[in-house]
């Protein structure tokens, strides 16, 4: 089966505790994508990468960290920096670099802070 | 930065009626993006509409798009309860045909299809 999982489903962390949120795909795409989404709100873009070993900050990349160092996996870190973690977070890919791509999402990762 | 705008915020309707949910842009767009999410899961992509198309579709959905008045609308006909999710317009402003898919999603359509 081709898709992009993320795990866990539910996470809970401590405040002033970093946690990172997994992020997995097997389509082969090359473009990968984290967003935030907030009760009854549309998605922000958090980072992005549109190749290995690449990524650029999103909206609202303040507190938050990436890597790309595999084009399967592109995990994000919520820092202690980030001053409200608490959200439904999705992972995304695309093929890769035309404005024409649709974009397949994860299951989604709820994060709360406690 | 909210680009997309959809209206209404909420709809409820009965099954079999036509939904049509609207969504305002302000900038200059490539593409425009219709995705469904049903509550507490990821998004899927309904259909994508370019900025030289006019009207498209794709089974039982029509969409619109408006480059001189900014604006897109999705047409769900003959509604079924399997319908009920939000809806997502995304719009791709991205410079150049290389540079990558970098999408911004509006707040999007609470769609309630009543049995």
């Known amino acids: 089966d081709g898709g992009i999982t993320q795990s866990p489903k539910y996470l809970f962390r401590k405040e002033g505790q970093n946690v990172t949120l997994s992020c997995e795909q097997n389509l082969n795409h090359d473009a990968m994508y984290w967003y935030r989404q907030d009760p009854g709100q549309g998605l922000r873009l958090i980072y992005y990468s549109q190749i290995v070993n690449d990524f650029q900050k999103g909206d609202i990349a303040e507190g938050y960290s990436v890597s790309r160092e595999k084009k399967e996996s592109f995990p994000l870190t919520v820092t202690s920096a980030q001053k409200n973690p608490t959200a439904f977070y999705l992972c995304?890919?695309?093929?890769?670099?035309?404005?024409?791509?649709?974009?397949?999402f994860g299951p989604g990762t709820r994060l709360t802070v406690l | 930065s909210q680009q997309g705008e959809e209206d209404p915020q909420a709809l409820s309707i009965q099954e079999g009626e036509n939904a049509t949910m609207n969504c305002s842009y302000k900038?200059?767009?490539?593409?425009l993006q219709w995705y469904r999410q049903n509550s507490g899961r990821g998004l899927v992509h309904l259909i994508l509409?370019?900025?030289?198309?006019r009207e498209k579709h794709s089974g039982r959905l029509r969409v619109t798009l408006d480059t001189s008045k900014k604006s897109s609308s999705l047409l769900i006909t003959a509604s079924r309860a399997a319908d009920t999710a939000s809806y997502f317009c995304a719009t791709d402003a991205t410079p150049g045909e290389t540079s990558g898919s970098r999408l911004t999603f509006g707040e999007g359509t609470q769609l309630t299809v009543n049995p």
């Open positions: 509409i370019r900025s030289n198309e």
């Open positions: 900038t200059s767009i490539n593409n």
């Open positions: 995304a890919s695309s093929i890769g670099p035309s404005i024409y791509n649709e974009q397949f």
